[in-house]
Nanobody
Framework: QVRLMESGGGSVQAGGSLRLSCVTS????????IAWFRQRPGRAREGIAA????????HYPGHKRGRFIVSRDTAKNTVYLQMNDLIPEDTGMYYC???????????????????WGKGDWGQGTQVTVSS
């Protein structure tokens, strides 16, 4: 059974940092795209970073890396999202997901800023940034 479990959220002041973790299990593909999305109050869910495990290529919306950096630890089956210089507008629920058939499609969707509703999702972790 496929599982994704996020952790690491919390409450921080503006300018602070958090590192979110996404532990994955149950996937049978040698390579896959794992992505981070967030849903802020009153807004649609948006992709913010992705990593393709077949080569560790990193993918960001518009091909631009900003304050958030994605990485992974293969031995721990964990994908991280390092969030720096947090602002109140970063407040929201953060989720990880994976391409359901082990392709690159999810990574491309994150780069193009496209909606993604396929596959499995974790339960999310809440990030709250105060001013």
């Amino acid at each position: 059974q496929v599982r994704l479990m996020e952790s690491g959220g919390g409450s921080v002041q503006a300018g602070g940092s958090l590192r979110l973790s996404c532990v994955t299990s149950g996937y049978t593909y040698d390579s896959n795209c794992i992505a981070w999305f967030r849903q802020r109050p009153g807004r649609a869910r948006e992709g913010i970073a992705a990593i393709y495990t077949g080569g560790d290529s990193l993918h960001y919306p518009g091909h631009k890396r900003g304050r958030f950096i994605v990485s992974r630890d293969t031995a721990k089956n964990t994908v991280y999202l390092q969030m720096n210089d947090l602002i109140p507008e970063d407040t929201g629920m953060y989720y990880c997901t994976a391409d359901p058939i082990g392709t690159y499609e999810l990574c491309g969707a994150v780069e193009r800023g496209q909606h993604w509703g396929k596959g499995d999702w974790g339960q999310g972790t809440q990030v709250t940034v105060s001013s």
